[in-house]
């Protein structure tokens, strides 16, 4: 049974993580070397343990049980009792195993050492230790407390108990798991980047603005957000080093290409709302405070249609190659999306609603459009055509 949990880095993730597990019932210590910044953990703990009783979610013997929960620690040392610890810091490979190394010499042999990483080798991470088999990849969805989903990613290394256990721990804690293979971006951050990677396409190629497509994908396929609002909600340096990642990890796939455009918003320091300014602008308290002029017409229905179309069979291509390459199951590559990055649909449903015929004759079109390899169509679809099959039967 998994009681006490580790948590390294009081950050933004690191501290959703505390609370949900403290949430649980489970018994957290949460780590990080900067005092400063388990200060603004702790007070930042207390704002939304506040907001949830003042709405009726908790009453205050439950925000006092689940601020009891966690302790704020600020050396390794102090997890040696963790039965499991989950890393939450800096997407640095070497920082990382540093601190995974540091973390085996206290801990028990039974303690699950575990990452939050995004987009890196889980595997590599698990070589930094002497005992790999107790390492896995646990990825939470910021803001960890409310996104359900949770990528599970056991390296090759990784024991089967190891994996059990820590799938068996993360559904404990009321979250829908997604087991995914040990690939660059895993399920969602690799499934996701057209949303971003041809919505920034579209953009360069001038057929439409930024505020345009984001209409296109808001209104004709109902995702909350568009992509170049959710582009500076995460941030477009954040945004732009996944992709960069993802691109150089899959050998300079044409598929996963970073676009000049988002490289030059980072280099500009425009991140997005944590600046005040990225592909919009942003006053003191995050919200749009200057909503650019439109270039062409949001309102322009077949210009949205194929916006949309566009890049929403790119997206279904990538879950599809994502199916055949064994990341993961239907099942879990439709919940990752849905329950991850709120997708208002599963990719592969939506696939079967287009029709499969639809899907390849759309990526063939794009492919005799652009002859570039970006827009080859997955096997598994031509397959599935071929078979007169669909994903959900």
């Not at 090759?156 to 690939?183: C, F, H, P, R, Y």
């Not at 909350?224 to 909600?233: N, T, V, Y």
């Not at 944590?274 to 942003?282: T, V």
């Not at 199951?329 to 939506?350: C, F, Q, R």
């Amino acid at each position: 049974m998994i009681k006490n949990i580790g948590i390294i880095g009081g950050g933004t993730m690191g501290s959703g993580i505390a609370q949900v597990a403290a949430a649980a019932g489970c018994s957290v210590k949460l780590f990080d070397t900067n005092s400063e910044a388990l200060g603004k953990a702790k007070a930042s703990l207390e704002k939304i343990m506040n907001r949830l009783v003042e709405k009726g979610r908790i009453d205050a013997s439950e925000k006092s049980r689940i601020e009891e929960n966690i302790q704020y620690v600020n050396t390794l040392k102090d997890l040696a009792d963790s039965d499991l610890t989950i890393e939450a810091i800096i997407e640095n490979l070497e920082i990382k195993k540093k601190v995974f190394q540091e973390l085996e010499s206290f801990v028990s042999e039974k303690c699950i050492i575990a990452s939050n990483t995004s987009s890196l080798s889980i595997a590599s991470i698990a070589a930094s230790l002497k005992d790999p088999s107790r390492c896995v990849g646990i990825h939470f969805f910021n803001p960890a407390p409310l996104m359900k989903l949770v990528e599970v990613i056991p390296a090759i290394q990784t024991s089967k108990a190891t994996l059990k256990t820590s799938e068996e721990t993360i559904k404990n804690w009321g979250k829908v798991v997604a087991i995914a293979k040990d690939t660059p971006g895993f399920i969602v951050n690799r499934v996701a980047r057209p949303f971003y990677g041809e919505s920034l396409r579209i953009y360069e190629e001038g057929i439409a603005d930024f505020i345009t497509i984001d209409s296109a994908l808001k209104t004709k396929g109902g995702f909350r957000m568009g992509p170049f609002e959710l582009m500076d909600f995460i941030g477009n340096d954040v945004n732009y080093t996944v992709t960069e990642t993802v691109f150089e990890a899959f050998y300079y796939d044409p598929r996963y290409k970073p676009a000049f455009t988002q490289k030059r918003f980072a280099e500009a320091g425009y991140l997005g709302r944590k600046s005040g300014k990225g592909y919009y602008e942003y006053d003191e308290s995050g919200q749009m405070s200057v909503r650019a002029e439109s270039r062409t017409n949001p309102e322009n229905d077949t210009l949205s249609q194929t916006i949309f179309d566009r890049v929403l069979i790119m997206l279904i291509n990538e879950a599809a190659d994502a199916l055949f390459w064994n990341i993961a199951s239907a099942e879990d590559i439709d919940n990752a999306m849905t329950k991850g990055v709120n997708y208002p649909k599963g990719l592969l449903a939506w696939a079967d609603e287009k029709g499969i015929d639809w899907c390849v004759a759309k990526m063939d079109e794009l492919y005799e459009m652009y002859h570039e390899d970006r827009y080859r169509s997955s096997p598994l679809l031509r397959k599935m055509k071929k078979e007169n099959k669909k994903f959900f039967s």
